[in-house]
């Protein structure tokens, strides 16, 4: 029992003092050429995108953030600058515990971040890759519906929706597989839940049930799992 009571008090000496837990995540890195902004630390808690932390910049564009983690999660930096300038930037990571490293500059605050640390983070940016192509390719054909010429022949504009649809069928079905591919990845059941959620109960199910127990035990895999149970509920 005193043994019991000791690990406590040397448990709760150590929250108190601050150190970190192998569930504490450290967001550091560097604003290129910042002179004086705020940056926060946000994410979505109860569907509300809140402000976790924040730090005031002048002069230094070096930074640093503590969190504790219940499990990987998308996280966002949110900066607003004060140099006439008033587009405000937000880049998109997913966070998990350990060092994560964010390097950007001012001007190129959300599309030049370079981030390191977070193995999650990996496949979002292979998930992004790829289905940036079928975007781009969307945006293409989108392009050629305005075209006066091919508007005049019924043909050629019935020819490019084709297309398209079928270029958006192949990015949903690549989501589809992304998901079952990686289902030891925190990335599979955030993109069931943000990607294709209006995909076929069947498809849905059988990503939650392939989730490694890890993953089916984190925050997006409650997420989906809870989801499914309500559209059952529905049908």
């Known amino acids: 029992m005193k043994k019991i009571l000791f690990l406590a008090v040397i448990g709760i000496f150590m929250i108190s003092c601050g150190g970190d837990s192998e569930q504490t995540m450290t967001v550091s890195g560097n604003v290129k050429g910042l002179k004086k902004g705020t940056l926060y630390l946000q994410k979505i808690q109860d569907t509300t995108l809140v402000s976790i932390d924040s730090l005031t910049m002048e002069g230094d564009g070096n930074f640093e953030f503590k969190t504790e983690l219940e499990s990987p999660e998308v996280f ?24 994560i490293t964010i390097d950007t500059s001012w001007d190129t605050f959300d599309t030049k971040a370079k981030i390191e640390g977070s193995e999650t983070h990996k496949k979002l940016e292979e ?45 949903y079905l690549y989501a589809l597989n992304f998901a079952l591919n ?14 294709v959620p209006d995909a076929n109960t069947k498809y849905l199910d059988s990503i939650n049930n392939s989730l490694s127990p890890e993953v089916a035990n984190s925050k997006y895999g409650k997420e989906l799992k809870k989801y499914l149970e309500e559209i059952k509920k529905s049908e």
Do not use: H, W
């Open 76 to 99: 966002y930096l949110y900066l607003t600058k004060e140099d006439n300038n008033d587009i405000n930037d937000r880049i998109t990571f997913f966070g998990e515990p350990g060092n």
């Open 182 to 195: 990686n289902r030891n990845s925190y990335i599979s059941p955030y993109i069931a839940l943000t990607e």
């Open 127 to 171: 998930y992004r890759g790829v289905m940036s192509k079928f975007n781009t390719r969307n945006l293409e054909y989108l392009k050629f519906t305005f075209d006066p010429q091919i508007r005049k022949d019924s043909m050629a504009l019935d020819s490019v929706k084709k297309l398209s649809d079928k270029n958006i069928l192949r990015g």
